[in-house]
């Protein structure tokens, strides 16, 4: 069975042979390494999810933020300690925290309360087809759901698409989870730049389908996930297995 996400999707079209990599759990685990910026992003989702689900609307402060956000340091501050390797980085990553936690606090995300936060849905499409993701904040208003989705790191152009893909992916999970309701807008929220962008809802969800299909047979269809150079080859955890680079 092939499970697929937006993540996995965007892998794929940046190299079959990374996604091959990544589904493959003995190589996954083997050589994917944690990063500041990774671990980073997942602290503050979690923060975020937290101060939702575990305080009263009276405590919902940046205070509570910030001791969320000091709890899960330390809860795991061996692993965190060796990845983010100098106190100068973890200074640098815990002001940069504080400085998100501040433009959530000034947004009207913060005052309204979600019926969903970091969810993971599943949605089995067929035998051969199930599909995830991660919902990291979901919304009903007016018995509309609004879906957001929080960046923490810096907003780049050229992986918009991606990011807009995945709205349009989730949305089209939403519909099979909540058939209720619709979705009224969806929304990506860059905290590092405070820097917000709206989607309307997907006018036929039944093209988001397709294209998610069109993904599925072509990954289900792949015999030999070549490598594809990209700009990101210098960075990537599979480099030293990669065909590309292994005779280098």
Do not use: W
Not at 158 to 177: G, M, P
């Amino acid at each position: 069975m092939i499970k697929l996400s937006p993540s996995k999707i965007a892998t794929y079209k940046q190299c079959p042979y990374k996604y091959r990599c990544d589904t493959d759990t003995q190589i996954r685990n083997a050589y994917k390494k944690d990063t500041p910026d990774l671990i980073f992003g997942n602290l503050i989702h979690g923060c975020l999810n937290d101060f939702f689900k575990r305080t009263q609307k009276s405590e919902r402060n940046y205070e509570t933020l910030r001791k969320l956000f000091e709890e899960k340091f330390k809860k795991n501050f061996e692993k965190h300690n060796r990845i983010f390797k100098t106190k100068e980085n973890i200074i640098k990553y815990v002001e940069e925290a504080k400085k998100q936690f501040k433009t959530f606090l000034s947004s009207k995300y913060s005052k309204t309360e979600p019926i969903v936060t970091e969810d993971f849905p599943k949605y089995l499409y067929s035998d051969e087809l199930e599909l995830v993701g991660k919902f990291d904040r979901v919304d009903l208003i007016d018995d509309k759901l609004i879906l957001i989705d929080y960046k923490t790191g810096k907003y780049k152009e050229d992986r918009l698409e991606n990011n807009k893909f995945q709205l349009d992916f989730y949305e089209y999970l939403l519909s099979k989870i909540y058939p209720e309701f619709k979705t009224a807008k969806k929304i990506l929220f860059y905290l590092k730049e405070n820097k917000i962008i709206e989607e309307k809802s997907s006018k036929d969800l039944n093209k988001v389908e397709e294209k998610i299909l069109n993904y599925a047979d072509l990954i289900g269809s792949d015999k030999e996930f070549k490598p594809k150079r990209n700009s990101l080859c210098n960075y990537c955890d599979y480099q030293e297995i990669c065909p590309l680079f292994k005779n280098n």
